[in-house]
């Protein structure tokens, strides 16, 4: 019953727990949900955030009945992000260096209502029963701010060590290659904290993100989704990410899709996935993919007259040729039209009809569950229209 509260509030626009609680009393179709049972709005916040499992499970079984009644066949998939809004301000970012500075005096005023607090000891004023809590805060700041820089601390070591590993490889290459030019010797991996590093107060996992170059800054997260694009429109693969790229989103978006629904056989991207070790994990599956790729050197707004087709872009890379070629088929170009069509809509749903723009929860993890969620209640939604249509004819 929780469950299917969760799910049919979902699909109708009501996310917070306090208003899911109210319409179990307002709402006639919810009251028959609930055998007119009106679960507290803490029970409800608690079952979502404990229950993930639950939503994963229902989340396939919705597609293998889709499946099962010959609304949903996976074989080309379109992926595609969203930012959407995290649950935190973006005004509690901190940078590394300013969090140290904060620290440092975090100390010094901390000692001094201490030795404040300690002369006032005994004393029955006013002000000596609040000197107490000044410091309390203080030191909740300085604890937040340490355990802020120890998160950016682990994150550049694991960049690093990254980083390290493709600057050995690249130095491998460089001693194999003959004779006196190899190249520029590439540039070790720095090991120090970059103090331009930032990181959330409220909610870490989250990032500042932007729609486009000309949309502002946001704390938000990337919901990612591969939609099937047979006319059904039903999302076959949720998962969320904190970067603000798609360029390394492709390959697991696409391993987001259960196996249970069938093999992917093609895979349809825009340009913001344009990525050649992506490309070529596909290509080794044997799995084809159609993202779009730009010309090298062309910008958006840029009026420059086109470079003829009889000489050849420069820098251009082995993936990017095979992959234009593909596009200037017959065949190539009438899949690749299926992606704006299937894909595209499911976001103005998400956001407009159901009138999701923002997270309640908080860290990767829990709002990757309530995504999920999100994409559930919008799947029940769009079978339910799918299975109208198909009693209709």
Same mark, same amino acid.
């Given at each position: ?9 979902? #699909?109708?626009? =009501?996310?917070?727990?306090?208003? =899911? ?8 179709? !919810? ?12 029970? =409800? ?14 989340? &396939? ?7 099962? &009644? ?7 998939? @379109? ?24 620290? $440092? ?10 030795? +404040? ?8 004023? $006013? ?8 410091? @309390? ?10 355990? #802020? ?11 690093? #060590? +990254? ?51 000309? @949309? $502002? ?49 093609? !895979? ?47 820098? @251009? ?13 017959? +065949? ?43 994409? &559930? ?17």
């Amino acid at each position: 019953m929780m469950l299917a509260l969760l799910i049919y509030c979902y #699909a109708n626009g =009501i996310f917070g727990s306090r208003r =899911i609680e109210r319409a179990t009393y307002r709402d006639l179709a !919810v009251r028959y949900l609930c055998a007119d049972a009106h679960p507290d709005h803490d029970t =409800i916040c608690k079952f979502r955030r404990e229950n993930f499992e639950a939503v994963s499970e229902a989340f &396939l079984e919705i597609l293998l009945l889709a499946r099962e &009644l010959k609304l949903l066949k996976v074989g080309t998939i @379109s992926v595609d992000g969203t930012k959407v809004d995290a649950n935190a301000s973006k005004h509690r970012n901190v940078r590394y260096d300013r969090a140290g500075e904060r620290v $440092e005096q975090l100390k010094v005023e901390i000692a001094e209502l201490l030795e +404040r607090a300690e002369a006032a000891d005994g004393q029955e004023t $006013e002000e000596g029963q609040r000197l107490p809590e000044a410091p @309390s805060r203080r030191e909740k700041l300085k604890r937040e701010l340490e355990v #802020a820089r120890a998160r950016l601390e682990a994150q550049a070591k694991a960049q690093v #060590a +990254r980083e390290r590993a493709e600057y050995e490889r690249k130095l491998k290459a460089r001693e194999k290659r003959l004779g006196k030019r190899k190249g520029k010797k590439p540039k070790p991996p720095d090991e120090a904290v970059s103090g331009d590093r930032q990181i959330n107060l409220t909610d870490p996992d989250s990032a500042l993100m932007r729609k486009s170059k000309g @949309s $502002e800054y946001r704390q938000s997260y990337n919901g990612q989704a591969a939609v099937s694009t047979d006319g059904s429109q039903l999302i076959v693969g949720a998962r969320l990410s904190n970067a603000a790229s798609d360029r390394r989103e492709l390959v697991a978006t696409v391993d987001a899709v259960p196996p249970a629904l069938g093999r992917v056989g093609c !895979v349809l991207a825009d340009s913001g996935y344009a990525n050649g070790s992506e490309v070529e994990v596909f290509e080794r599956r044997s799995v084809e993919v159609l993202v779009a790729v730009s010309r090298p050197g062309r910008r958006r707004h840029d009026f420059r007259p086109e470079v003829p087709e009889c000489a050849p872009p420069r820098h @251009s890379k082995p993936w990017v040729a095979r992959m234009k070629a593909r596009l200037e088929t017959a +065949r190539g170009r009438s899949k690749y039209q299926l992606r704006k069509q299937s894909v595209e809509p499911v976001f103005g749903i998400l956001k407009e009809a159901m009138g999701f723009r923002r997270f309640l929860l908080r860290g990767l993890e829990k709002v990757q569950g309530e995504w999920q969620l999100v994409c &559930l209640a919008y799947n029940c939604k769009r079978l339910h229209r799918l299975m109208q249509a198909m009693e209709g004819t």
